[in-house]
């Protein structure tokens, strides 16, 4: 039977990579609307466990074959995932998963999903639910709670030091985010809250009132608010050359 573990980049996929990475490849399903940190993150795991397990481990990569990203699809249909309308899991993660594993349906695969001991209830969770894939939760089983999981990834050094803006993990646009995380967003990394930004300025159709990604508030607004807290290039300036004088190195 073959065997997949069910890679995000979060801790507790991370771990099982760590733990399983010597009889197991990982899959993980982009949506094309990851943040860069997802992807460099990948290519970390998969080298230490290609050093530390064997040499031909591999992170499959897949896609949503027949709409390709996330970002296209909801350009094409003028439509963002909502709390409402959780199209984007279903789509892009769990039946492009199903549709890669039907490859070993005839000797059946194993898939591996990354519950820890303290989400032992969750276990009709998410995820496809194909009669020829057997789902397990190594992490539960083994009574791996997440701390315990944080523990193992500081101990190899692979433990995801992520930006505050990816509490939620690793979709660029999560409509799951917070106001605070799209605030630090635009500071942190303005150039991924740009592609946010005009993405919810494109998808505007006919209706009315204007769509938000984030309920009574747009992205233009928290790029606007989160500028206010900034200091300006006119504000520095005078500011610097009415401190203590130190000098024009120290003022240029």
């Known amino acids: 039977m073959k065997q997949f573990i069910s890679f995000s980049g979060g801790v507790e996929s991370s771990t099982m990579c760590v733990l399983f990475g010597n009889k197991a490849d990982a899959i ?10 997802i992807y460099k993150r990948i290519d970390l795991v998969e080298h230490w466990v290609k050093n530390f397990h064997r040499s ?13 990203s996330l970002i296209d699809y ?3 249909a003028k439509f963002y995932p ?3 309308a959780r199209y984007c899991t279903r789509m892009f993660k769990i039946e492009p998963i199903d549709k890669y594993l039907e490859q070993f349906k005839a000797d059946g695969v194993e898939l591996m999903i990354g519950l820890n001991a303290d989400e032992i209830e969750q276990r009709t969770g998410n995820h496809g639910n194909k009669k020829f ?15 315990a999981c944080i523990a193992i990834l500081k101990k190899v050094d692979l433990y995801p030091e992520f930006p505050a803006y990816m509490r939620r993990g690793g979709c660029v646009g999560c409509y799951y985010k917070s106001i605070k995380e799209y605030e630090a967003m635009a500071l ?8 946010v930004q005009l993405l919810e300025e494109e998808i505007q159709d006919i ?6 990604i984030k309920q009574n508030i747009t992205m233009k607004q928290i790029k606007e608010n989160v500028s206010n807290m900034l200091f300006k290039p006119d504000d520095i300036y005078p500011i610097i050359n009415d401190a203590t004088k130190c000098g024009v190195f120290c003022n240029r």
């Open 56 to 68: 031909d481990f591999k992170i499959h990569r897949i896609q949503n074959e027949k709409h390709g």
């Open 74 to 76: 909801i350009k094409e």
């Open 188 to 195: 942190l990394n303005p150039k991924e809250f740009n592609i």
């Open 82 to 84: 909502s709390f409402q």
């Open 207 to 212: 209706r009315k009132e204007y769509f938000s």
């Open 28 to 37: 993980f399903c982009d949506t094309g609307f990851e943040h860069e940190e």
């Open 133 to 147: 894939v057997k789902y397990s939760y190594p992490l539960a089983d083994n009574n791996l709670t997440r701390q």
